[in-house]
């Protein structure tokens, strides 16, 4: 059965894995890409959302809407010291692509009216688009009938500040807005989950390089630069909690243990802007979303080792 799905992201490393997990899984049935400013420059995640569909031998084939080019209420915040371009260096000849004139919010309204409450959306950079749907039109929440989203932690350590994750930090007002809303919500979390769950050490990095193909070349290449800051951090390795998402939604096989959680988003604190509180079931408040707590990670990695195995052809030629 074909999982109609969107990927609304700031697409930067991680994030175009994730792009080629909606693209390349069987069943999956990618209508479009979202765009929402996040980790690196909004017109250079587009770049990279070309790139990657390059790589997939997609290009042309899932149109790209640009949505929220800041936050809600705050001024950007990037994470361009983590990911530098978020592609590592690669670029292409990007004559004549041009992202649909629709805004992104408007095309997820539509898709969802379109798919008929069989719409799912996988969030994989901070919430503004999410949220701006939701202002826009309140049943959205409803018509939707999985949202995934990567961000915030299981009461454990943040990655932007000690207690917050980078996508509910840059913008903390849209994701409480998500959680008010009623969605059909699972969360992917950085920490405990991702950390110790989705890292890719050198040796996983090294079997990939190995595969040879034009999407295992372009994994190496986009994963790069994060690598070099994750080890700079004490990480042993890249992380990808966003194809994580992705293989969340495609492969709940993949999750081995989940629970109900009650989550809201701080945003009155500088100390703790973003911080997820997530409740889990003693403190009286009705849950809201199920957090993913243990995956099976070995399949996560065979998931993803085998979707970079697909031959591809990119039409474009790679350009350092
Ligand atoms: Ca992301």
């Known amino acids: 059965m074909s999982i109609p799905?969107?990927?609304d992201t700031d697409t930067a490393q991680d994030d175009c894995v994730a792009i080629l997990?909606?693209?390349?899984?069987?069943?999956?049935?990618?209508?479009?890409?979202?765009?929402v400013a996040g980790n690196v420059g909004f017109d250079r995640q587009v770049r990279n959302a070309y790139l990657t569909l390059n790589a997939g031998d997609r290009l042309g084939a899932v149109p790209i809407h640009l949505g929220s080019r800041r936050p809600l209420v705050r001024p950007w915040v990037s994470a361009e010291n983590v990911h530098g371009d978020g592609a590592g260096g690669l670029d292409m000849?990007?004559?004549?692509?041009?992202?649909?004139?629709?805004?992104?919010?408007?095309?997820?309204l539509r898709l969802a009216d379109e798919a008929g409450?069989?719409?799912?959306?996988?969030?994989?950079?901070?919430?503004?688009?999410?949220?701006?749907?939701?202002?826009?039109?309140?049943?959205?929440?409803?018509q939707v009938k999985h949202l995934v989203v990567m961000g915030g932690s299981n009461n454990a350590r943040g990655n932007i500040t000690a207690a917050a994750e980078f996508n509910f930090y840059v913008d903390p007002e849209a994701a409480k807005?998500?959680?008010?809303?009623?969605?059909?919500?699972?969360?992917?979390?950085?920490?405990p989950l991702t950390l110790q769950q989705a890292v890719f050490g050198r040796p996983v990095l090294d079997r990939i390089a190995a595969i040879g193909t034009p999407l295992s070349d372009f994994f190496t290449r986009v994963c790069s630069s994060t690598l070099a800051f994750d080890e700079s951090v004490g990480i042993p390795g890249t992380t990808h909690p966003d194809s994580l998402s992705v293989a969340v939604l495609l492969r709940p096989d993949l999750v081995t243990k989940s629970a109900q959680y009650h989550v809201d988003i701080e945003t009155g604190s500088e100390l703790t802007r973003g911080y997820a509180a997530m409740s889990w079931g003693v403190h009286?408040?009705?849950?809201?979303?199920?957090?993913?707590?243990?995956?099976?990670?070995?399949?996560?990695?065979?998931?993803l080792l085998g979707m970079l195995a697909t031959p591809t052809t990119p039409p474009r030629p790679f350009t350092a």
């Open 93 to 108: 000849d990007f004559a004549g692509l041009e992202p649909e004139t629709e805004h992104a919010v408007d095309a997820l």
């Open 5 to 7: 799905l969107v990927i």
């Open 284 to 303: 009286g408040l009705t849950p809201n979303a199920t957090v993913v707590e243990e995956i099976d990670a070995p399949g996560f990695e065979a998931f």
């Open 117 to 142: 409450g069989e719409l799912s959306i996988v969030a994989i950079g901070p919430l503004t688009n999410i949220a701006l749907a939701v202002v826009k039109r309140p049943e959205f929440a409803q």
């Open 177 to 191: 807005i998500v959680f008010d809303a009623g969605f059909h919500v699972t969360v992917v979390p950085w920490a």
């Open 21 to 35: 997990a909606g693209l390349l899984t069987e069943g999956a049935d990618l209508r479009a890409i979202t765009m």
